[in-house]
């Protein structure tokens, strides 16, 4: 679990079964498939039953759980190979939800980010999901400047592949954009960079 | 009743932007009337929350002041809208009766504390607005957007002077709903909207430990319709450039690499941050308006040489880990050094220039 000074950055949960659930829901990518994996163990029989899964195959660490997940008796196992396809096949999935739905899920702060977009416009109170943070700690970062979503930022500095400005990433996060903020680096005097540092090491 | 307004010219050429060579200039009378933050000699944060009722003759009289950049400051926000829209004016969908609150305020409140320029005239919900400075009359229903030609808080907030952000309560905390910022200090509203109390403070040193922001909110959910509080904010900044937002940051901040101990008088402007909060009655939001504005040491140093000698103690001592939060940590050095030719060191009130023997802008 990411723990730093960041006010803005979400609190993440550990995931575990929702007694007041009638239907779950649970999507997960790469290193998330671990705490999916702990999560689907704790269910009883009747709610894995009344369980969907989408895992995205996608990594920034390369890990995989899909074997694992396969050997649960879940009602549903959707499995796609980007990140981008689960946040469609969850939208989709929330698109059919019942009343009762319980969502989980797991995986990189991006992911969760963008995932909780979607249930936010479908009116998901925060009651009703819970959220695991597992794998790399690199961050989306949206550039202030030209708008761009950089995925998987590991260092203060990088290049914005938007505008080509250089940007530092700012220890500050948005729900709603599903994003930590770049702003242009050498803004006061063009070519003197900051330090540069691995993030969140 | 009014006396400001009646004397005021309101000055229509003004500019805020490089592109229009930044035209602007105070009046004696503009500077002298102005909320000056500084009621020591030592700057520290505090909540400094008091209720908002009129105080003297200046830019507390008004419940939303006006003065003599009105006309050009309403000017420049339609141009800032035009350059990027979508940038600087945002509204979640569920915010229209707090909008409404909002607009009802604000043409209450104008109409009210200067009947000479503004005239609000209600037949039930058919109202007349009559906004004499910038030649408006309309006739809308309250509460029916489709009889304005856009959103009422952006029409509202058109003709106002000041940012205005609209906060909405939910789960014990305020989460910013809606905002009219053309003028924001280093923030962006696009990347804050939607955020609660502690995440829009987030990137501010100090207030979390000090425990300053537990006991702002919890003063804030107390508030009441009718009940308005102010404080006063304020920072530095290069030249009078009201629009500072992060988006735009690599135009202006390289501004700050230019002051040095010659020019700093002409180049840097205090930016002071007037900040009256409304809860709004149907809606229960929160309004959170910043008015702001811009002075230069020069125009402190001519018009109120004691608010010069203030300003030149405050900045000398503080703190730098708000020096660097507040952005200026490249020119902080030439300000002071600058702002000290004009400080003799004399005595000094205490308390604000609106309080009772609070700091006057001149003489003893």
Same mark, same amino acid.
Request: hydrophobic share 35%; proline share 6%.
């Given at each position: 679990?990411?723990?730093?000074?960041?006010?803005?950055?979400?609190?993440?949960?550990?995931?575990?079964?929702?007694?007041?659930?009638?239907?779950?829901?649970?999507?997960?990518?790469?290193?998330? %498939?671990?705490?999916?994996?702990?999560?689907?163990?704790?269910?009883?029989?009747?709610?894995?039953?009344?369980?969907?899964?989408?895992?995205?195959?996608?990594?920034?660490? %390369?890990?995989?759980?899909?074997?694992?997940?396969?050997?649960?008796?879940?009602?549903?196992?959707?499995?796609?190979?980007?990140?981008?396809?689960?946040?469609?096949?969850?939208?989709?999935?929330?698109?059919?939800?019942?009343?009762?739905?319980?969502?989980?899920?797991?995986?990189?702060?991006?992911?969760?980010?963008?995932?909780?977009?979607?249930?936010?416009?479908?009116?998901?109170?925060?009651?009703?999901?819970?959220?695991?943070?597992?794998?790399?700690?690199?961050?989306?970062?949206?550039?202030?400047?030209? %708008?761009?979503?950089?995925?998987?930022?590991?260092?203060?500095?990088?290049?914005?592949?938007?505008?080509?400005?250089?940007?530092?990433?700012?220890?500050?996060?948005?729900?709603?954009?599903?994003?930590?903020?770049?702003?242009?680096?050498? %803004?006061?005097?063009?070519?003197?960079?900051?330090?540069?540092?691995?993030?969140?090491? | 009743?009014? &006396?400001?307004?009646?004397?005021?010219?309101?000055?229509?050429?003004?500019?805020? &932007?490089?592109?229009?060579?930044?035209?602007?200039?105070?009046?004696?009378?503009?500077?002298?009337?102005?909320?000056?933050?500084?009621?020591?000699?030592?700057?520290?944060? +505090?909540?400094?929350?008091?209720?908002?009722?009129?105080?003297?003759?200046?830019?507390?009289?008004?419940?939303?002041?006006?003065?003599?950049?009105?006309?050009?400051?309403?000017?420049?926000?339609?141009?800032?809208?035009?350059?990027?829209?979508?940038?600087?004016?945002?509204?979640?969908?569920?915010?229209?009766?707090?909008?409404?609150?909002?607009?009802?305020?604000?043409?209450?409140?104008? $109409?009210?504390?200067?009947? !000479?320029?503004?005239?609000?005239?209600?037949?039930?919900?058919?109202?007349?607005?009559?906004?004499?400075?910038?030649?408006?009359?309309?006739?809308?229903?309250?509460?029916?957007?489709?009889?304005?030609?856009?959103?009422?808080?952006?029409?509202?907030?058109?003709?106002?002077?000041?940012?205005?952000?609209?906060?909405?309560?939910?789960?014990?905390?305020?989460?910013?709903? $809606?905002?009219?910022?053309?003028?924001?200090?280093?923030?962006?509203?696009?990347?804050?909207?939607?955020?609660?109390?502690? !995440?829009?403070?987030?990137?501010?040193?100090?207030?979390?430990?000090?425990?300053?922001?537990?006991?702002?909110?919890?003063?804030?959910?107390?508030?009441?319709?009718?009940?308005?509080?102010?404080?006063?904010?304020?920072?530095?900044?290069?030249?009078?450039?009201?629009?500072?937002?992060?988006?735009?940051?690599?135009?202006?901040?390289?501004?700050?690499? &230019?002051?040095?101990?010659?020019?700093?008088?002409?180049?840097?402007?205090?930016?002071? !941050?007037?900040?009256?909060?409304?809860?709004?009655?149907? +809606?229960? $939001?929160?309004?959170?308006?910043?008015?702001?504005?811009?002075?230069?040491?020069? !125009?402190?140093?001519?018009?109120?040489?004691?608010?010069?000698?203030?300003?030149?103690?405050?900045? $000398?001592?503080?703190?730098?880990?708000?020096?660097?939060?507040?952005?200026?940590?490249?020119?902080?050095?030439?300000?002071?050094?600058?702002?000290?030719?004009?400080?003799?060191?004399?005595?000094?009130?205490?308390?604000?220039?609106?309080?009772?023997?609070?700091?006057?802008?001149?003489?003893?």
């Amino acid at each position: 679990m990411l723990i730093t000074g960041i006010k803005s950055r979400p609190v993440y949960d550990e995931l575990t079964p929702m007694a007041s659930g009638l239907n779950h829901l649970a999507a997960a990518q790469g290193s998330g %498939g671990k705490p999916l994996v702990r999560l689907l163990q704790a269910m009883t029989p009747d709610q894995l039953a009344a369980t969907d899964v989408l895992y995205s195959t996608e990594s920034f660490t %390369g890990q995989n759980y899909l074997a694992e997940l396969q050997q649960f008796k879940v009602r549903n196992l959707a499995v796609f190979t980007t990140n981008a396809d689960a946040v469609r096949g969850l939208d989709a999935s929330l698109a059919d939800a019942k009343m009762g739905t319980r969502l989980y899920l797991s995986g990189s702060e991006g992911f969760i980010g963008t995932s909780m977009q979607v249930a936010t416009s479908y009116g998901m109170n925060r009651d009703e999901v819970l959220r695991e943070q597992a794998g790399s700690s690199a961050r989306r970062v949206w550039c202030a400047h030209c %708008g761009h979503y950089s995925e998987n930022v590991t260092h203060r500095v990088f290049t914005c592949p938007g505008c080509e400005l250089n940007l530092i990433v700012r220890d500050h996060y948005s729900g709603r954009l599903a994003a930590f903020q770049g702003v242009k680096a050498d %803004g006061e005097v063009p070519g003197e960079m900051p330090d540069n540092e691995e993030l969140d090491t | 009743m009014t &006396t400001a307004p009646e004397t005021t010219a309101f000055k229509t050429n003004e500019t805020y &932007t490089p592109e229009g060579d930044y035209q602007f200039r105070n009046s004696a009378e503009g500077v002298r009337r102005l909320p000056f933050p500084f009621p020591d000699d030592d700057y520290m944060y +505090s909540m400094n929350l008091e209720p908002h009722v009129p105080a003297g003759d200046g830019a507390l009289r008004a419940a939303f002041d006006i003065d003599e950049h009105y006309v050009s400051e309403c000017a420049h926000r339609d141009q800032m809208l035009r350059d990027m829209p979508g940038v600087h004016y945002l509204a979640l969908p569920h915010m229209m009766e707090a909008q409404w609150d909002l607009l009802e305020l604000i043409f209450e409140s104008y $109409a009210r504390d200067f009947p !000479e320029q503004f005239t609000l005239t209600k037949n039930g919900n058919e109202w007349r607005w009559q906004n004499r400075l910038l030649g408006i009359d309309d006739s809308f229903t309250f509460g029916d957007p489709a009889t304005l030609p856009m959103d009422p808080m952006e029409y509202a907030t058109r003709q106002a002077q000041g940012e205005f952000v609209v906060l909405e309560e939910k789960d014990n905390t305020l989460v910013i709903g $809606a905002g009219m910022t053309t003028q924001r200090a280093d923030y962006s509203l696009k990347f804050n909207l939607g955020m609660s109390f502690f !995440e829009f403070h987030g990137p501010v040193p100090k207030l979390h430990d000090m425990g300053i922001l537990d006991r702002a909110l919890k003063f804030l959910l107390r508030m009441k319709p009718g009940h308005p509080v102010r404080r006063v904010n304020w920072s530095l900044t290069v030249n009078p450039r009201l629009e500072t937002s992060v988006e735009t940051l690599p135009e202006w901040a390289p501004d700050r690499a &230019t002051v040095d101990s010659e020019n700093a008088g002409e180049k840097v402007y205090l930016r002071i !941050e007037l900040q009256p909060l409304h809860r709004l009655p149907r +809606s229960n $939001a929160i309004v959170f308006p910043v008015r702001t504005y811009l002075v230069s040491l020069a !125009e402190l140093v001519q018009h109120a040489p004691n608010w010069a000698k203030r300003i030149h103690r405050a900045l $000398a001592s503080l703190d730098h880990e708000l020096v660097d939060y507040k952005g200026f940590h490249r020119y902080h050095a030439a300000a002071v050094e600058w702002l000290s030719q004009y400080d003799d060191g004399a005595p000094l009130a205490t308390g604000y220039p609106w309080a009772p023997d609070g700091i006057q802008p001149n003489g003893q």
